[in-house]
């Protein structure tokens, strides 16, 4: 989607058209009720709520939503269509079929059925993002880990390890995390322009992740366990029509997605197209809805419609730190790094999107680098760096929210899910393995990125 990336300059002379400390305060106090949830409102409703008190304050104006609709709109649409897809196929017993077949294949031996689910994991997040690995990925391994009769500890090295590479391989398309379709939509990137960059350094980390998993869990894990006590792989699918229908829907989406974004057309579109030929079948449109399976209506109302509340909302409230020139401070220090060559500058705002997403989430913080990097372009920043900061801030607002539990909407969701599941991380444990385990693969893809950068251009 082409953004009219001029709406959003901000020039040094109008840095104060709104108070600083206001846009700050309403930021702050929208972050605390996402996080809080007080009396159980939504994350949708509490950051509505944040986009109200900024348009009453004065921190943005009425012109900004459509500025932020502009921005949005294809990241979400794709982004509610890719839930919806993920759930069907939940609910058809495609990632439980794909699971117990893996867990069979590996014969009994972890040290090949850990690599296989870390894979499985990488593959879930590039093509139903991250969120379907987290939210969807999770209680199905969680389940065959109790049919195996593991041991907390070991459930518990599994689990970590699924949820950090659900975040960690959600890189290589457009259409693999939320903040991916936010940034390319903003920089007007191709589906297939974005992927040249971007599945190489996929690869790369999703390889630095298996290796500081294995190397911090491997103790943990078990030497074997008793594969046959799980079930036939086809004996867990529950809608046979839907089954036979992922693998040519999702290999035409991937298809169509490469080829109709160079014409302009949105992914989300294609996406939802998708979505609704999976819901067709679902609903047996062809058997005049005779013999229906799933329960259609249940994944609709499952779908996370609440995030399109937030994306409106949060959004709103950050565009009104780019007005108070929040982001022109940032900018200047990003044309600082843009000096020391590709390597440091995309190291510098790699890590600055990373902190920046473990402070305040990283669905806003990658709106915030993105406008801080595109002003910074007005200093005649050097095309490959200013490249490289582009991809820098997706990578780190990927990976940063392994951080802290606060990170991603997902990581929040992912830990309820665990909690259902008799499963619980503290937060301080989930920082300390975060911390841990991200810095050295954050740094490895970030320098990956910047060399690769340097390769292709």
């Known amino acids: 989607m082409k953004i009219q990336v001029e709406q959003l300059t901000l020039s040094q002379q109008n840095t104060q058209d709104t108070d600083y400390v206001g846009a700050v305060v309403v930021f702050l106090c929208t972050i605390t009720l996402v996080v809080w949830q007080p009396g159980g409102m939504g994350i949708g409703w509490s950051a509505l709520g944040g986009a109200a008190l900024a348009l009453f304050t004065g921190v943005t104006v009425p012109k900004n939503i459509v500025t932020i609709f502009s921005i949005i709109w294809d990241a979400t649409l794709t982004f509610v269509s890719l839930i919806v897809i993920s759930l069907l196929l939940d609910e058809c017993g495609f990632f439980h079929w794909t699971a117990i077949l893996l867990a069979k294949a590996a014969r009994g031996k972890v040290v090949i059925l850990f690599p296989l689910l870390i894979l499985l994991g990488a593959l879930v997040s590039a093509f139903f993002a991250n969120d379907g690995t987290a939210l969807i990925l999770t209680p199905i391994v969680l389940k065959i880990l109790n049919s195996l009769n593991m041991e907390y500890s070991e459930r518990r090295a599994f689990i970590m390890s699924v949820g950090f590479i659900a975040d960690t391989s959600s890189l290589p398309l457009m259409i693999s995390n939320l903040v991916n379709i936010v940034s390319a939509s903003y920089f007007s990137l191709s589906f297939g322009s974005y992927a040249k960059v971007m599945i190489f350094v996929d690869i790369i980390s999703v390889l630095a992740s298996l290796i500081a ?205 665990l909690a259902q599941n008799d499963l619980y991380i503290s937060w301080w444990d989930y920082c300390r393995v975060g911390f841990i385990l991200t810095v050295p693969v954050l740094t490895v893809t970030l320098v990956a990125l910047g060399g690769w950068l340097l390769v292709i251009k």
């Open 213 to 417: 998993l294995w190397i911090y869990f491997f103790r943990d894990l078990p030497k074997s366990y008793d594969a046959t006590v799980l079930p036939s792989p086809m004996a867990v699918v529950v809608d046979k029509v839907v089954f036979y229908l992922v693998f040519p829907v999702l290999f035409l989406l991937l298809i169509a997605d490469f080829v109709t974004t160079l014409y302009g057309v949105p992914v989300g579109a294609i996406t939802a197209f998708g979505a609704v030929i999976l819901l067709l079948a679902a609903l047996r449109v062809y058997n005049r809805f005779q013999g229906r399976v799933i329960p259609v209506l249940k994944v609709l109302r499952n779908a996370p419609w609440h995030v399109v509340l937030f994306s409106i909302g949060m959004y709103l409230v950050v565009y009104g730190l780019r007005n108070a020139g929040v982001t022109y401070q940032i900018s200047r220090f990003l044309t600082i790094l843009s000096s020391h060559g590709i390597i440091v500058s995309s190291l510098g705002t790699g890590f600055l999107s990373a902190v920046v997403s473990a402070i305040m989430n990283n669905l806003p913080s990658v709106l915030i680098v993105a406008i801080s990097i595109h002003q910074s372009n007005q200093a005649n920043v050097h095309p490959t760096s200013y490249l490289g900061m582009i991809y820098a801030n997706v990578v780190g607002c990927d990976l940063g929210p392994k951080f802290t539990p606060i990170g991603s909407l997902a990581t929040l969701l992912w830990l309820h899910v």
